[in-house]
Nanobody, 120 residues
Framework: QVQLVESGGGLVQPGGSLRLSCVASGRIFVINAMGWFRQAPGKQRELVATVTVGGGTNYADSVKGRFTISTDNAKNTVTLQMNSLKPEDTAVYYC??????????????WGQGTQVSVSS
């Protein structure tokens, strides 16, 4: 089975920065995409940013220009650099990976989440 472990969450002041990392481990043939989602209290989980094997990226409108997603394929790691953080960014951030595994099927795996809190 695949495991995703996030790190880097914490408390930061508005305008500050955080860097989230996620490492995938387990039975992995290839990772087609990795990304980050977030869920704030009382809200639905939403996409933050994704990156595909082809290098294409996708960002939520609310984070464009502030967040940057990147991968280290050799280490099965995805990173989210978050700058100019706002209180509205407060949420639990979840790592996601679309992984080709058994039967060459692509399945989506999730991390347990890491808390990001932005406040004065």
């Amino acid at each position: 089975q695949v495991q995703l472990v996030e790190s880097g969450g914490g408390l930061v002041q508005p305008g500050g920065s955080l860097r989230l990392s996620c490492v995938a481990s387990g039975r992995i043939f290839v990772i087609n995409a990795m990304g980050w989602f977030r869920q704030a209290p009382g809200k639905q989980r939403e996409l933050v940013a994704t990156v595909t094997v082809g290098g294409g990226t996708n960002y939520a409108d609310s984070v464009k220009g502030r967040f940057t997603i990147s991968t280290d394929n050799a280490k099965n790691t995805v990173t989210l650099q978050m700058n100019s953080l706002k209180p509205e960014d407060t949420a639990v951030y979840y790592c996601m990976a679309d992984i080709v595994g058994s039967g060459l099927r692509t399945t989506r795996s999730w991390g347990q989440g890491t808390q990001v809190s932005v406040s004065s």
